[in-house]
């Protein structure tokens, strides 16, 4: 849960701060990150409800 908020933090901040029309020569640098940072929240989203099964879990493989 902690990796959601963080990374939809950077998103919105990034987001307001890249897409507001603001004009420095920083900018293209900070929409790349909004991207990236959007990529990498869906990307967490995903992997928790995809992957959130309590069964899966690593065991000790018997040897014979």
Same mark, same amino acid.
Do not use: H
């Given at each position: 849960?902690?990796?959601? @908020?963080?990374?939809?933090?950077? *998103?919105a901040i990034t987001g307001i @701060? +890249? $897409? !507001? +029309?603001? %004009?420095? #020569? +920083?900018?293209? $640098? @900070?929409?790349?990150? $909004?991207? &990236? *940072?959007? #990529? *990498?929240?869906?990307?967490? @989203? &995903? *992997? %928790? $409800? &995809?992957? !959130? #099964?309590?069964?899966?879990? &690593?065991? %000790?493989?018997? %040897?014979?």
């Open positions: 849960m902690k990796k959601i @908020i963080t990374f939809l933090v950077i *998103a @701060i +890249g $897409f !507001s +029309g603001w %004009r420095f #020569d +920083g900018v293209a $640098f @900070i929409r790349i990150l $909004f991207l &990236l *940072a959007l #990529d *990498a929240l869906v990307i967490v @989203i &995903l *992997a %928790r $409800f &995809l992957f !959130s #099964d309590n069964r899966l879990k &690593l065991e %000790r493989v018997k %040897r014979k």
